[in-house]
């Protein structure tokens, strides 16, 4: 059991802490659970961790200011639990880090396949590039530290990428030049389809832009194709 995936249920409801624990259990992985935030702190200071499942709607401290604490020193996994499917939450969520959300109620074997997912998404991300190439890559004035999953300039000063942005960089680094639809970088990135009002996306490209731009109004690095999607248009090559 040692190698199984070690999963925390993060949630204020005992009840469902115990229903995913016990079925993700009887699925092979190791599960913790935790009811709040600061008991989750305590785990990740005492334990490896290879992904969280997260309840926004928890009372004092909610789950988007969690993620957001998270994200701040780790790159682990995290799907978000909500009782509502309100689209400001999902974006934010997912603009705060987040890789995949499912609404409340759910059926726990959807859980279990986005938790595959997900995890299959980590594992098969450095097969895409080789070792060499995954240490670092410059897209034109920048280099990007893929262990590190952070920037730099002519400066050396590291400047952090969320999990998101980082996700997204990378799609874009291995198909430079090519134009993605939303929809594609949507299911490239976090593994599902969008509908017709999702702008998460664009979001998360807006705020990528804002890191590795010079003027993000006039974008050289990552270009819009209207009614197309984006492309990255900077040269791609490994240090």
Same mark, same amino acid.
């Given at each position: ?51 969280? $499942? ?20 780790? @790159? ?41 997912? $997900? ?39 590291? $400047? ?10 990378? $799609? ?42 010079? @003027? ?24």
């Amino acid at each position: 059991m040692q190698d199984a995936a070690h999963v925390v249920v993060v949630d204020d409801h005992g009840d469902i802490r115990d229903l995913v624990r016990q079925y993700l259990e009887q699925q092979g992985y190791r599960v913790s659970v935790a009811e709040s935030g600061q008991a989750l702190r305590r785990l990740l200071e005492r334990h490896a961790v290879d992904l969280i $499942v997260l309840d926004i709607m928890m009372p004092g401290e909610d789950g988007l200011a969690v993620c957001r604490q998270v994200r701040a020193t780790s @790159n682990i996994p995290i799907i978000f639990l909500t009782a509502m499917a309100e689209d400001t939450d999902r974006i934010v969520g997912l603009e705060l880090g987040a890789d995949d959300y499912l609404v409340k109620p759910f059926n726990p074997r959807e859980l279990l396949a986005r938790i595959r997912a $997900v995890l299959r998404r980590m594992n098969d991300a450095p097969q895409r590039m080789s070792k060499e190439q995954l240490k670092k890559v410059r897209i034109g004035p920048w280099c990007v530290n893929m262990g590190r999953q952070e920037i730099s300039g002519d400066d050396g000063v590291g $400047v952090p990428l969320s999990s998101a942005e980082f996700r997204l960089l990378k $799609v874009f680094i291995e198909r430079p030049g090519i134009v993605l639809s939303r929809e594609q970088l949507l299911d490239l990135t976090v593994g599902r389809t969008a509908d017709i009002f999702d702008r998460s996306i664009d979001n998360q490209v807006s705020r990528l832009r804002k890191k590795i731009e010079d @003027n993000p109004k006039s974008p050289s690095i990552i270009k819009t194709h209207w009614g197309g999607g984006y492309s990255l248009s900077a040269e791609v090559s490994f240090e």
